[in-house]
């Protein structure tokens, strides 16, 4: 063999020359894997891998960005203890006010301010831009906080005129704050990505959303125009669902799921075909709904919205194949084999986007009406359709992300001044990973539970369900409060070395 030529097959075997560097080449790669699979705390490293292509000097104030994801968690597990005190109203009318009441609570206090969170993070960091205006995000966590909580509370006491109408306002305007806030960031965007495309998308369809919510929340009391209120509904619930939620995970995820999988290159046509079909589906599902129900117009909108989601988890797809090699299966003196391996977080996440297609298919059977023959008139078919969309699918993936993007937020919060210059942790050594597979697991099987009391309306079933899901959003906060101490206790112990 020729000197630095490799013997082709699944094993990498050593050099025969020059054989003093390239064997403390093999010796390198072997101290760097014995590193990663001890899990030593403590490590020599100047910055997260996860910052390579990320403007981190552009992100705004740490507790901006931690106060929201503060509030996520805690309406997280405000939303599972109240679900399972009062339990037995899952049972209602899908557009009952006090399940409208625990949507609302999951959707304003639960996801939104954790994406909230994350996007003022992550758009100056991906597009390289500063965000327009920090006291205007706080300003909206004010308005946005006073007028969903009462909002909820209207709900959940049937007090739909006067109270709902004035809070709605409020978080209205604490909506627009954010609509406003980003618009004024993207003006400084130069060169646009797909990723920069959905989340201009999503706040536009936000906007719509919170529109229609403030219409109807004046609506369902003083009646305004010829349609009823149950017909524009379901308007609103998907501009959120698709529009906004979707897009935003979209635009999210194009960025971030290559590089938690070290994927480099993969085809991009599927993501571009997503984002072509959606519009018009969205669009021209909503005009039919209202306006031309009997028209075969809603049937091809949503056949349109299933294709562009379902062309995004094909990128999904292609992504997770083309990940890097990257676990070292066997390390010793003469030989390394690579495999391809996937941290935790996204193997919950795969398990989100294949629970994303069951609710698209609930979605279908909804839309076209096969939940009509059923003695309930599809209501069961309806909500196992909501509990998929914002339990197993919107809430696992939230999770399964957070575990990734949490540790590098308080890495960057921690280390950013000093790294470089005393000892640092690893980010994911700061995240207590048995605990967290455990309470992703649990939090999986309360969902399950829900699933099934739903379909056999068994109230013993779903109070057992949600009290697991209770156990597991308390697991969930417990395990990012020790994400923070570990932290800490990393930087007193760097310093003091």
Request: charged residues 15%; contains cysteine.
């Amino acid at each position: 063999m020729e000197g630095g030529e490799r013997v082709p097959g699944p094993y990498l075997e050593k050099p025969m020359k020059p054989p003093a560097q390239d064997e403390g080449a093999a010796v390198s790669e072997c101290e760097r894997t014995v590193r990663r699979q001890t899990g030593g705390l403590l490590s020599k490293l100047p910055l997260p891998q996860t910052t390579e292509g990320l403007a981190v000097h552009r992100a705004p104030s740490s507790r901006l960005v931690f106060t929201y994801l503060g509030c996520g968690v805690a309406s997280f597990v405000v939303l599972a203890l109240w679900a399972l005190l009062t339990h037995e109203a899952i049972f209602n009318f899908y557009a009952h006010p006090e399940l409208l009441a625990w949507v609302h609570l999951a959707v304003l206090g639960w996801i939104n301010c954790m994406i909230f969170g994350v996007l003022f993070q992550f758009l100056p960091v991906a597009l390289n831009v500063n965000l327009a205006s920090e006291r205007l995000a706080w300003w909206q966590l004010g308005f946005y906080a006073f007028g969903g909580i009462g909002m909820i509370a209207s709900f959940w006491f049937g007090r739909v005129d006067w109270p709902l109408h004035s809070f709605a306002t409020f978080l209205a305007v604490g909506f627009y704050l954010f609509n406003w806030n980003l618009f004024k960031t993207f003006r400084k965007v130069r060169r646009w990505s797909l990723t920069g495309l959905f989340l201009y998308s999503a706040n536009l369809y936000l906007l719509v959303t919170v529109t229609l919510g403030l219409f109807l929340s004046v609506e369902m009391s003083y009646p305004m125009v010829g349609i009823a209120h149950m017909i524009i509904l379901p308007v609103h619930a998907h501009f959120g669902l698709v529009g906004w939620f979707f897009c935003v995970i979209a635009g999210v995820g194009l960025k971030l799921l290559p590089m938690f999988l070290l994927t480099h290159d993969h085809p991009k046509w599927p993501g571009w075909a997503a984002f072509f079909l959606l519009h018009p589906g969205l669009l021209l599902w909503s005009a039919g709904v209202v306006f031309f129900r009997e028209s075969p117009l809603p049937a091809i909108g949503y056949a349109l919205m299933a294709l562009s989601i379902g062309a995004w988890l094909l990128q999904v797809a292609l992504i997770f194949r083309s990940r890097m090699r990257t676990g070292v299966e066997v390390c010793g003196a003469e030989r390394i084999r690579k495999t391809r391996t996937m941290e935790f977080p996204m193997r919950f996440a795969a398990v989100a986007f294949v629970v994303m297609g069951l609710a698209l298919a609930a979605g279908a059977a909804v839309v076209f009406g096969f939940g009509s023959s059923l003695p309930d008139g599809g209501n069961r078919l309806t909500l196992l359709y909501g509990v998929l969309v914002f339990l197993p699918f919107l809430s696992l993936l939230i999770q399964a992300f957070f575990y990734r993007i949490f540790p590098f937020l308080v890495w960057i919060h921690r280390f950013k001044d000093t790294a470089g210059h005393i000892r640092t942790p690893k980010v994911k050594d700061l995240v207590p990973a048995g605990r967290a597979v455990t309470q992703m697991i649990v939090f999986m099987a309360g969902c399950g539970l829900l699933c099934a009391a739903v379909v056999s309306e068994v109230r013993l079933l779903a109070a057992t369900g949600l009290a697991v899901i209770l156990v597991s959003a308390l697991g969930f906060a417990w395990n990012l409060g020790t994400v923070w101490v570990r932290a800490r206790a990393a930087e007193e112990a760097g310093r003091i070395a």
